[in-house]
């Protein structure tokens, strides 16, 4: 079956340090999308991607990164990881305007980041 | 700026209560409108789009353009209801494929 998937699901690291998320759908979707969950914030949206070699800034985008080489992958880093990137980080992703239910957001299971 | 309202945190109401969570936009058009929910455990999921206009899971949602709402309801409450209840609009502009989401209402059933 089609899904999305995250990677690693938990991670503990130090502050300072690189740190690359991975994400990985396999519906073919244009669109993909990277969050963050802390309480009393909600979702709030870091990058995200309209298809092949296209990337945006989301509201946090900073200390951020992501790419996307194809369409199946959307993996985001940390460039130099900091506590207050503690936090659920979810991968989103949505067939695309014009077609059914293409706004429609699929969400990956989530990866629990902690920073020391 | 575009910005969406779910006014309470938490709701709390007993088993077979009706329920409605509330949710305010703050921008003119036609938006598109979603209620995500995330169950203890699970990741997001979508529970409805005003467009489709059905019930799921008893819970129904009616768009009102001139308050600028969206709120959920359903009448009888179960416990398996409990979850993590997100209001998300989209703005229907150009190219636009974001959602804007709300802080979430977390719902409470108790036995």
């Known amino acids: 079956d089609a899904e999305i998937t995250q990677s690693p699901r938990h991670k503990i690291t130090e502050t300072g340090r690189q740190v690359t998320l991975a994400c990985h759908q396999t519906w073919n979707h244009n669109n993909m999308f990277w969050y963050r969950q802390d309480l009393g914030h909600g979702l709030r949206l870091i990058h995200y991607?309209?298809?092949?070699?296209?990337?945006n800034k989301g509201e946090v985008s900073d200390g951020y990164s992501v790419s996307r080489s194809n369409t199946e992958d959307l993996p985001l880093t940390l460039e130099s990881a900091a506590s207050s990137q503690t936090s659920v980080y979810f991968c989103?992703?949505?067939?695309?305007?014009?077609?059914?239910?293409?706004?429609?957001?699929?969400f990956g299971p989530g990866t629990r980041l902690l920073v020391l | 700026a575009q910005r969406v309202t779910q006014p309470e945190k938490l709701l709390s109401v007993f088993k077979g209560a009706p329920v409605e969570l509330k949710c305010n936009y703050s921008?003119?058009?036609?938006?598109?409108l979603f209620w995500y929910v995330q169950y203890s455990r699970q990741r997001l999921q979508l529970l409805l789009r005003?467009?489709?206009?059905?019930s799921i899971k008893g819970f129904t949602a009616d768009l009102n353009k001139g308050e600028t709402s969206f709120h959920l309801k359903k009448p009888f409450a179960q416990e398996e209801d409990s979850a993590m209840y997100y209001c998300?609009?989209?703005?229907?502009?150009?190219?636009?494929?974001?959602?804007?989401w709300g802080l979430g209402t977390s719902l409470a059933v108790n036995p």
């Open positions: 991607s309209y298809g092949v070699q296209d990337t």
């Open positions: 921008y003119s058009g036609s938006p598109e």
């Open positions: 989103a992703s949505s067939p695309g305007q014009g077609l059914s239910g293409g706004e429609t957001q699929y």
């Open positions: 005003h467009i489709s206009r059905e």
């Open positions: 998300a609009p989209k703005r229907n502009a150009g190219n636009n494929r974001k959602l804007i």
